[in-house]
């Protein structure tokens, strides 16, 4: 799931994204790195394939078909909100559009909602306490960026765009 879930990323950013200007401070490498080298790279990987995980022993089947089911839902509904947001901007320019589509009547950034139920997904076939220490961390600084492209929007767009109640998980944030 791993594997997929950062390939799926890496196509995406040659394939599906379409960057109008640098998107990220250059000192946010730092911050990034160790997020996914660290947080996620070593420690999850050491506490998921070592011989005394949790995934080592004996498994809940219906627990990891909830897993699957839920690693791929999130996984395909990013990659749909990834393909709508591309298709609001034409190739090379900078305009920006209201998005309409799957989760986008739900939340503002249904792209995140998603990447946090594949996250999740990934928690339970694992069962790893630094997998769950890693969504924890994820979906907190999604949350971040949730609400400020709510903000963003709303500046934007004013009266045309209607403010969603939750900007990235229904019913939470």
């Known amino acids: 799931m791993l594997a997929l879930h950062?390939?799926?990323?890496?196509?995406?950013?040659?394939?599906?994204?379409?960057?109008?200007?640098a998107t990220m401070p250059a000192r946010n490498i730092f911050k990034n790195s160790a997020h996914y080298w660290v947080l996620g790279g070593?420690?999850?990987?050491y506490w998921i394939y070592s011989p005394s995980a949790p995934t080592a022993g004996p498994s809940n089947p219906l627990i990891t078909y909830l897993a699957i089911a839920l690693f791929v839902i999130g996984e395909l509904?990013?990659?749909?909100?990834?393909?709508?947001?591309?298709?609001?901007?034409?190739?090379?320019?900078?305009?920006?559009g209201i998005p309409k589509g799957l989760g986008f009547g739900?939340?503002?950034?249904?792209?995140?909602?998603?990447?946090?139920?594949?996250?999740?997904?990934?928690?339970?076939a694992s069962w790893s306490l630094s997998t769950g220490l890693f969504v924890v961390v994820a979906v907190g600084q999604m949350a971040v960026w949730a609400k400020k492209k709510e903000r963003r929007y709303r500046k934007e767009f004013g009266?045309?765009?209607?403010?969603?109640r939750f900007s990235m998980l229904p019913g939470l944030v």
Not at 6 to 21: C, D, G, L, Y
Not at 159 to 164: E, F, R, S, W
């Open 6 to 21: 950062f390939a799926k990323r890496e196509f995406e950013t040659i394939f599906v994204h379409r960057f109008s200007s």
């Open 42 to 45: 070593a420690n999850i990987a």
């Open 77 to 96: 509904g990013n990659l749909n909100t990834h393909y709508v947001l591309r298709n609001l901007r034409s190739t090379g320019g900078t305009e920006r």
């Open 106 to 124: 739900l939340v503002t950034c249904p792209n995140y909602m998603f990447e946090a139920v594949a996250w999740i997904g990934i928690w339970l």
């Open 159 to 164: 009266d045309k765009y209607q403010k969603k």
